[in-house]
């Protein structure tokens, strides 16, 4: 199982990233995928969950109507669109599949 995430970067508030998840060694669209954030100092935190199909999304409160998770069972890729950014978004952020595995994580700031 291998899981590479991308896209993340320093934007200003307001601002906007999309990350990607390039997964690989399971049956993508059998399983739900996960976008899960570590700030520094603090507990690592879901943000968002999308079931296999992608007919099912939820969001952590911090992010409800700012983040939108996606998914492509065609190419294997799970999307968070992260949208009016704000200093509290700066963390590490993580794709998780419930077999055990996390991505090396992206980096996203937002300076305050």
């Known amino acids: 199982v291998q899981l590479v995430e991308s896209g993340g970067g320093l934007v200003q508030p307001g601002g906007s990233l999309r990350l990607s998840c390039a997964a690989s060694?399971?049956?993508?669209?059998?399983?739900?995928m996960m976008w899960y954030r570590q700030a520094a100092g603090k507990e690592r935190e879901l943000v968002a969950s999308?079931?296999?199909?992608?007919?099912?999304?939820n969001y952590g409160d911090s992010v409800l109507g700012r983040f939108t998770i996606s998914r492509d069972n065609q190419k294997n890729v799970v999307y968070l669109q992260m949208n009016s950014l704000k200093p509290g978004d700066t963390a590490v952020y993580y794709c998780?599949?419930?077999?055990?595995?996390w991505g090396q994580g992206t980096q996203v700031i937002v300076p305050s």
């Open positions: 998780r599949v419930p077999l055990g595995y």
């Open positions: 060694g399971f049956t993508f669209w059998h399983y739900t």
């Open positions: 999308i079931t296999g199909g992608g007919g099912t999304t």
